[in-house]
C-alpha cells in the first residue's frame, strides 16, 4: 500500500519552479502549475492556492508536490495567488487522500471535495453572503470595501461575480480576509439547521422560593385548577419541591406537552410571577454542562482483563477486535483507553455511525473530557464543521473527536488511538458521490500512518473483521457478560405461518406478541417494535387493475406519504399529488399497500388505543431534532411503544425496555443478497440488546414463518461462532468476500441503447482479461434513476490478486470504452467493495 505514497515529495520548496495542484474537477491527474518567483521559498505542500483552469475559469486548490520538472506535454500557466501562509491539509493527509484515490478508483479532487469543509473550499460557484451585523472596527482597503458594499447591495454573490465586479482576476484573499472579520460568510455555513437555536426555560419565580410563599401560591390557584396542574406537573419536572427552589430549569415545550391546552396556563402562571421563562442558546448535541469533570468509572473484573488484552494487543502493533455483547460495558473500555491516551499527549478519534451520534454518547464523553472534545458531525453546520477542523489543524483544545465517518478525513497530528465503535454498521461506507470509501477500512490505514492503536468494538462483527482474526491480522478480545450480571433477554420465535393457519394472527401480530406487549403496558415498561424498512414503503395499488404509480425519473414504485398526503421518490424526490382514480383504468379504487412503519403504528394504535406511540424511521427523522427528540422522549417515558426501522438498533440505552418484537424476521432473511443472513444477524442481535434492564430480564418475540432457520437458531442461543462459522463456509465455497474481492461498475446513460451497448462491449473487454470473473452486465435492482438507464458488471476476483494491478487493468478497458466517439458521455462509476 505504500509504494504509492512515493509521488508525495514533502519539500519546503528552496528553489521549487512547480507545483502539482489538487484541483476539485472530475479529471483523474494533478495539475502543474508555475511557481512565480516571489513566491520561491514560501511555498509548502498543503497550502491552498488560486489558478486559472481553462479559458477563463478561476478555482482554488491544495499544492500536493513541489517539483523541478518541467511538464512536456502543456505549457505551464503561473499559479495566481497564495491563499495559506502555512499549509492547512498536512502530509498525513495527504498521503491518506492519495491512497483513497488509488484504493476507491476515483480522482483526488473528489477526495479534496469530500474531505474539507465548505467554508476551506472557496470554489468559484460558492456563494458569499453578506453578514448583516457587521460593523467594522478598522478602514479597510478601497479594494475591500469596495466588494463589501457590493456584497451588502446584493445580499449575496458568488466569487465568479465578484471578481468580474472587482476588475480583480482573483478575488479569494479579500473573501477570505473578510469571512476572518466575519464580514460575509460562506452559503453552507447559512444552511444549518444546527446553529446554536435558541429555547425557552421555565424556572420557579424568586418570589416563591420558599415554603410558605409556595403555599400561598397554591392556595391562590384553588380557583384555577389548570395553572395548579401545570405548577404540580412544573415541581414534577425538576425533580421535586427542593429541587424546583435552587432554581432547576424546564423545558417550556416539555412541559407544554405534559398536559393538553397547558400554554394559557403556563403564560398565566408566568404573569402571576410564580414561573419565570427565559431564552436561551441551546446545542443538542452540547447542552451539558460540565460542572465537575468525572474520573473514569472502576472497571469489573471481566472488563479490566479485556481492557489488560487489548493492551497486548495494541504492544504487538495489532488492531483489537472488541467483541463484547450489548451493554457489556464496551464504552467504558473505550473511555479508559482514550483516558490514557490523552494522559500520554496524543490524540483520539472515536468513530460511530452518524445515527449513533447521539445526546447519550455525546454527553456520557464530554463528563469525562469536558473542552478536550470535539464533536464532528455531518449535520452540524459548515461553520461548526471548520471549528473543528482548525481546532485540530493549530493544535488548540480538542484531543479527542467523537466524529461520523467523514472525520477520518480531519487534520490530526499525533493520532495515539483510533475506535471504531460498532464497526459491523454499513454506513460507514459513502455510497454517493465518489469517494465510495469505507470509514472502517480508511480509518485502518489512517491508524498505520501514525502508528496508532487501533481498536474496532461491536456486539456482532463483521465476517471480514472476525475472519481477520482467524488470520491473527487483528487480536480478538471477548466481553460474554453484561455489566452487573444483568441477563441477555429472553428468546422467543413464534410461527407466524401456523398462526395463520389458525387464523390467529391479528393483522401483522401474534397472539403471543400482543399479550406481551400487554403485559409490559401494564407493568408500565416500555415496548420496541422493530421492522425492517426494506422494500416495505407503502405505495398505491389498482385494486381493479393493479396499476402502481411510479416515478417519472426513476424505476421505483412511488412512496406515500401520510403527514403531507403526496407521494415521492426515495431516488430522486420527485413528488407527486395521490390521484383521486387509477391512472390506467380510471376506476377509483387506488388502495394503499405495504407493511411500512406508519402502517404498523397506525394498526398498534389501534389494538392499544391507551398506548402513547412513537414512531423512528426515515422520515420522522429527516432532521436530526426530530431524532433527538424521538430518543429523548421514549427515554423519559412519554411514549410506551416505540416502532421503528433498523435506526431503532443503533446503540441506544433505554431503561425500561422490557420487551422487543421483531415483526417480520423472514423479510431480512429473504433479501437476494449474500450479505442478507449477515445483516439479520446483526439487527436481530442488535435489536435484542435493546430489551432489558437491571435486575430484570428482558423478552424479545421474533415471529417468523420459518422458526427452524439456522440463523435464527443461532440469534435465539446468541451463538455468533456458530454463526460466523456457517457464514465463512458459504462465502468460502461461493466465492465471495472475504476470499474474494468485488468491484461494481455502473454504467449509466439517459438512452437506454447506448447504455445497453457501453454495457456489453465494456463487459466484452473485461472478459478478454479476467475470463469468468466477470459477472454481467445485468440490469440492477433499480434500473432507472433520475432519467438514465443503469447496467451494472461485477468484478470478482480472488483476494491474492494485487488489487493495484486489478484496477490499471480495470481502468484502461474503462478508458478504451469511453474512447468510443458513441460512449463519450457515457457514465461509468465505480465502486470498490460495495456492500
Ligand atoms: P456497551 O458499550 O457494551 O453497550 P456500556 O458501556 O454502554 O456497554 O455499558 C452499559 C451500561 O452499564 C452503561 O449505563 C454503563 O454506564 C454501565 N457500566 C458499564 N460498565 C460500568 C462500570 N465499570 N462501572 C459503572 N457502570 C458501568
Ligand atoms: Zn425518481
Ligand atoms: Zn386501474
Redesign the pocket.
Given at each position: 500500500m505504500n509504494d504509492c505514497f512515493l509521488r508525495l515529495i514533502p519539500v519546503r520548496g528552496k528553489n521549487m519552479r512547480y507545483a502539482d495542484i489538487v484541483l476539485p474537477v472530475p479529471l483523474p491527474k494533478l495539475f502543474t502549475y508555475e511557481v512565480p518567483n516571489e513566491y520561491h521559498g514560501t511555498l509548502a505542500a498543503g497550502q491552498r492556492v488560486v489558478v486559472s483552469f481553462g479559458k477563463k475559469k478561476l478555482l482554488s486548490g491544495i499544492i500536493f508536490s513541489l517539483h523541478n520538472n518541467k511538464p512536456e506535454a502543456y505549457e505551464t500557466k503561473p499559479i495566481i495567488s497564495i491563499l495559506d501562509d502555512k499549509p492547512i491539509v498536512t502530509l498525513s493527509q495527504l498521503k491518506v487522500w492519495e491512497w483513497m484515490a488509488d484504493y476507491y478508483q476515483c480522482t483526488l479532487g473528489e477526495v479534496y471535495k469530500a474531505a474539507l469543509p465548505s467554508g476551506l473550499k472557496l470554489e468559484s460557484e460558492t456563494r458569499i453572503f453578506y453578514n448583516d451585523e457587521f460593523e467594522a472596527e478598522t478602514e479597510m482597503p478601497e479594494k475591500t470595501q469596495q466588494i463589501l458594499d457590493f456584497l451588502a447591495a446584493k445580499k449575496y454573490s458568488t466569487i465568479s461575480e465578484i471578481n468580474q465586479f472587482s476588475g480583480l482576476k482573483s478575488c479569494h484573499h479579500i473573501i477570505k480576509q473578510l469571512i476572518e472579520l466575519d464580514a460575509v460568510v460562506v452559503n453552507e455555513q447559512l444552511k444549518g439547521s444546527w446553529r446554536p437555536k435558541t429555547e425557552v426555560f421555565l424556572s420557579l419565580h424568586n418570589n416563591v422560593r420558599n415554603e410558605n410563599s409556595l403555599r400561598d401560591a397554591f392556595d391562590s390557584l384553588s380557583r384555577a385548577p389548570k395553572q395548579l396542574e401545570v405548577l404540580m406537573l412544573f415541581l414534577q419536572s425538576t425533580g421535586g419541591v427542593s429541587e424546583a427552589m435552587t432554581g432547576k430549569e424546564v423545558l417550556k415545550k416539555e412541559l407544554a406537552s405534559k398536559a393538553v391546552n397547558s400554554s394559557t396556563a403556563i403564560n398565566e402562571l408566568i404573569k402571576k410571577e410564580m414561573l419565570v421563562q427565559v431564552k436561551r442558546n441551546v446545542d443538542r448535541l452540547l447542552t451539558s454542562k460540565i460542572e465537575n469533570v468525572q474520573k473514569v468509572?472502576?472497571?469489573?473484573p471481566e472488563?479490566d482483563s479485556a481492557l489488560q488484552e487489548t493492551l497486548k494487543g495494541f504492544d504487538e502493533n495489532l488492531p483489537v477486535l472488541l467483541h463484547?455483547?450489548?451493554?457489556?460495558?464496551?464504552?467504558?473500555?473505550?473511555i479508559h483507553l482514550i483516558d490514557q491516551a490523552i494522559k500520554k499527549g496524543q490524540q483520539a478519534l472515536y468513530l460511530l455511525p452518524e445515527i449513533a451520534l447521539t445526546t447519550q454518547i455525546t454527553n456520557?464523553l464530554k463528563a469525562h473530557f469536558g473542552e478536550k472534545l470535539g464533536i464532528y458531525h455531518s449535520k452540524f453546520s459548515d461553520d461548526q464543521r471548520v471549528e473543528v477542523y482548525n481546532n485540530l489543524l493549530n493544535n488548540k483544545s480538542y484531543r479527542v473527536i467523537l466524529g461520523v465517518r467523514s472525520s477520518v478525513f480531519l487534520p490530526f497530528s499525533n493520532l495515539g488511538l483510533i475506535i471504531i465503535?460498532e464497526e459491523h454498521e454499513n454506513s460507514f461506507k459513502q455510497f454517493d458521490p465518489a469517494p465510495r470509501y469505507h470509514a472502517r477500512d480508511v480509518a485502518l490505514v489512517l491508524g498505520q500512518g501514525f502508528k496508532s492503536s487501533v481498536l474496532l468494538?461491536t456486539?456482532t462483527p463483521s465476517i471480514e473483521s472476525y475472519y481477520n482474526v482467524q488470520n491473527n491480522k487483528y487480536r480478538l478480545v471477548e466481553?460474554t457478560t453484561?455489566?452487573?450480571g444483568?441477563m441477555m433477554p429472553e428468546i422467543i420465535v413464534v410461527n407466524t405461518r401456523e398462526a395463520q393457519r389458525k387464523k390467529m394472527m391479528q393483522s401483522h401480530f401474534s397472539p403471543q406478541l400482543l399479550e406481551h406487549i400487554s403485559e409490559a403496558l401494564s407493568n408500565k415498561q416500555q415496548v420496541i417494535l422493530f421492522q425492517n424498512r426494506r422494500g416495505f414503503a407503502p405505495f398505491m395499488e389498482c385494486m381493479s387493475c393493479g396499476w402502481i404509480p411510479k416515478c417519472k425519473h426513476c424505476d421505483v414504485s412511488l412512496t406515500y406519504h401520510k403527514h403531507i398526503h403526496q407521494l415521492i421518490c426515495h431516488y430522486c424526490g420527485y413528488s407527486s399529488n395521490v390521484h383521486a382514480t387509477c391512472q390506467a383504468c380510471e376506476s377509483p379504487t387506488l388502495n394503499l399497500k405495504g407493511f411500512g412503519t406508519q402502517k404498523i403504528e397506525e394498526e398498534i394504535g389501534q389494538i392499544f388505543p391507551d398506548a402513547s406511540i412513537a414512531r423512528m424511521d426515515y422520515d420522522t427523522t429527516r432532521s436530526r431534532k426530530g431524532y433527538e427528540n424521538i430518543i429523548s422522549g421514549f427515554e423519559q417515558g412519554e411514549y410506551n411503544i416505540l416502532v421503528g426501522t433498523q435506526m431503532v438498533t443503533k446503540?441506544l440505552?433505554f431503561d425500561r425496555v422490557s420487551l422487543v418484537g421483531i415483526l417480520n424476521a423472514d423479510q431480512m432473511l429473504n433479501h437476494p443478497d449474500f450479505r442478507a443472513f449477515e445483516k439479520s444477524f446483526q439487527m436481530m442481535a442488535q435489536v435484542s440488546?435493546r430489551a432489558g434492564r437491571k435486575h430484570k430480564r428482558g423478552t424479545v418475540i421474533i415471529q417468523t414463518s420459518d422458526p427452524e432457520h439456522p440463523v435464527i437458531a443461532k440469534v435465539r442461543s446468541n451463538n455468533y461462532a456458530a454463526f460466523y462459522q456457517e457464514q465463512i463456509e458459504e462465502r468460502e465455497q461461493f466465492n465471495y468476500p472475504p476470499f474474494y474481492r468485488i468491484i461494481h461498475l455502473t454504467i449509466k446513460h439517459k438512452n437506454q441503447n447506448v447504455t445497453n451497448q457501453a454495457a456489453n462491449y465494456l463487459a466484452g473487454l473485461l472478459r478478454s482479461v479476467f475470463g469468468s470473473r466477470i459477472l454481467g452486465p445485468q440490469v440492477p435492482p433499480v434500473n432507472r434513476i433520475q432519467d438514465h438507464h443503469l447496467q451494472r458488471i461485477m468484478i470478482k476476483y480472488e483476494r491474492k490478486a494485487s488489487p493495484s494491478q486489478v484496477k490499471k487493468l480495470i481502468r484502461d478497458c474503462i478508458n478504451q470504452t469511453l474512447a468510443n466517439e458513441r460512449w463519450k458521455y457515457v457514465q461509468i462509476v465505480n465502486d470498490v467493495d460495495p456492500l
Open positions: 468509572k472502576t472497571l469489573s472488563q463484547g455483547v450489548t451493554s457489556s460495558g464496551k464504552t467504558e473500555i473505550y456520557r465503535d468494538g456486539a466481553l453484561r455489566f452487573e444483568m446503540g440505552d440488546g
